[in-house]
């Protein structure tokens, strides 16, 4: 049976929502005052909708992290783009720690790395489920 | 592995059932001596602290009779070689039962030769044995089980 992980990151969002409220912020600075002074009683709802709509829209599109895994391997879906492996192809599970995120390493040849923290699954118990996963398929 | 504001090396990678040889460790650790942070304690480390890769193998055993010199010879000369092809400066070897070890083991391992910290920990009456050494003083200090 196939399981899904796919957590809305929303501080993520929040950091992409405060560059683009900057910017529209800082496009106020370089506009005619005449045009400033048109748009001025819309400019604060309008700069944070648009925002808060760009924000989502590249989260979704650049950073939303989906894993989904059964028996037999695993997808990880980053954005738009889609990585597919099998178990059987890993020998060596890694926990690994960055500098504040936990990662699972699948390792052989090439190493592939599962952002646990980010998709917000414990670290620990996801690392011993890869493993039983990569031990039964070997 | 920090504790009590005490440092020993920052482990950064775990490894469950490590292979090395013919042997399995439960549990293999890896990392470094230059601790992260935020950026002074970054430049500090930077400029402080030795740039070493470390490694400790974690092994539970049956019981402590089955230590002996040739017991520990075969595992750190497995680790000796480890290190040296991965360049793994200081290395130390976790061994943990459930008996208390015979005064033989304990003079075993605390006069064991060679750079590599040894300990036994007997996780029953949680006592230590640690080899005399630089890496094995270091880690029992560090270390509150």
Redesign the interface.
């Known amino acids: 049976m196939t399981e899904k992980v796919s957590p809305i990151r929303f501080f993520e969002i929040f950091k992409l929502f405060v560059v683009f409220l900057a910017i529209q912020m800082g496009a106020t600075l370089v506009m005619p005052v005449w045009f400033y002074d048109i748009i001025r009683p819309y400019f604060l709802f309008v700069a944070v909708a648009t925002s808060i709509l760009l924000a989502y829209i590249v989260y979704i599109r650049t950073q939303h992290l989906e894993l989904s895994y059964d028996d037999t391997g695993f997808s990880l879906k980053r954005g738009k783009t889609v990585e597919t492996h099998r178990w059987k192809k890993f020998q060596?599970?890694?926990?690994?720690?960055?500098?504040g995120d936990f990662l699972v390493?699948l390792q052989d040849g090439e190493s592939i790395d599962l952002p646990v923290s980010k998709l917000k699954l414990d670290p620990f118990s996801f690392?011993?489920k890869t493993?039983g996963f990569v031990?039964k398929n070997r | 592995m920090v504790k009590g504001g005490r440092w020993v090396a920052e482990f950064?990678?775990?490894?469950?059932?490590h292979k090395l040889g013919d042997l399995i460790f439960d549990v293999c650790l890896t990392g470094g001596t230059r601790t992260?942070g935020l950026f002074l304690s970054r430049i500090l480390s930077y400029f402080v602290l030795p740039n070493y890769r470390v490694a400790c193998y974690i092994a539970r055993i049956p019981s402590s009779n089955v230590i002996s010199s040739d017991f520990l010879k075969k595992r750190l000369t497995l680790i000796r070689e480890r290190a040296k092809e991965e360049e793994l400066k200081w290395n130390w070897l976790f061994l943990v039962s459930e008996d208390e070890p015979s005064a033989k083991v304990s003079k075993l391992i605390e006069e064991g030769r060679g750079d590599e910290g040894v300990l036994l920990y007997n996780y029953r009456s949680r006592s230590l044995v640690y080899s005399h050494n630089l890496l094995g003083k270091r880690m029992k200090a560090c270390l509150k089980l």
């Open positions: 060596k599970v890694l926990l690994v720690r960055t500098d390493r690392r011993m493993l031990e | 950064t990678e775990s490894e469950r059932n992260k």
